[in-house]
């Protein structure tokens, strides 16, 4: 009986091999001999499957993109199940933009290199604007719900605080990521406090956050934890005490 191919996943198993090319290497190395070479596959497969390097692009993109957002829904889907505060839930999410790990590495350097590419292709810049507004409406929405249970005053407006709460998150990324440099084939993982689910997410190089020390060309910084930067930005917008989840203080 003949294999059945799975032709989609063909295709996200060849933009994968394109972001880890695009990752390491940059923009100018994704050509189709490379992608191949890091996909295993042959360059005729690739051109079976995308008509030319722009369309494997913009498929890569937006794979990066919903990859990101799935891992986005999943986080507050756990956090809402474990009852969480919204403040520690947002807070939790916003981890998943930051390049904590080689997967998020790669996916951040993507983003990255494709959003300047953007600037000048309507196309990819059609899906940027969109995943930013889908971005933005998710953190405002948090703010929103924050009112509900008393996290947020009622006045409170979520619009301008979205906004900051990811701008914030966006500079807290490049930090990041100019602090680890993504390592050719490999990468450690790196967390910050409550961004990490379990100790075993810990970087063992750093209590508290990012370790620094031997990254090519930075030197000797002090250990960054995601959660310090993140948290007096959700402290803007979220003032008060959830009433569902967080227990009260005690007299």
Known sequence: MP????????????????????AEEGLARTSFVRVAEAAGISV????????????????????????????????IRRG?????????????????LLPLDPERGVEYRVRQHLL?????????SAVA?????RLLARVATAVENGKECGEVAADHDAGPSARAILAVTDGLAAAIALREPL??????????????????????????????????????????????VLRPVLALAFTGRCRRHDPAPGP
């Open 116 to 124: 300047t590419t953007a600037l000048t292709d309507q196309e990819l």
């Open 129 to 133: 604007r969109a995943a930013d507004a």
């Open 44 to 75: 005729g497969l690739i051109q079976h499957y995308f008509a030319g390097r722009d369309a494997l692009l913009r498929f890569a993109y937006q794979d990066c993109v919903a990859a990101v957002e799935g891992r986005v829904s999943d986080r």
């Open 183 to 228: 390592r050719r084939g490999e990468g450690r993982r790196v967390s910050g406090g409550v961004l990490a689910e379990g100790e075993g997410d810990r970087d063992p190089h750093s209590a508290s956050g990012v370790g620094v020390e031997g990254a090519a060309g930075v030197g000797h910084l002090p250990a960054l934890d995601p959660a310090d």
């Open 3 to 22: 294999r059945v191919v799975d032709h989609d996943e063909r295709r996200r198993s060849i933009a994968r091999g394109y972001q880890r090319v695009l």
């Open 80 to 96: 809402e199940a474990a009852r969480l505060p919204i403040s520690e839930l947002l807070l939790g999410a916003l981890g998943e």
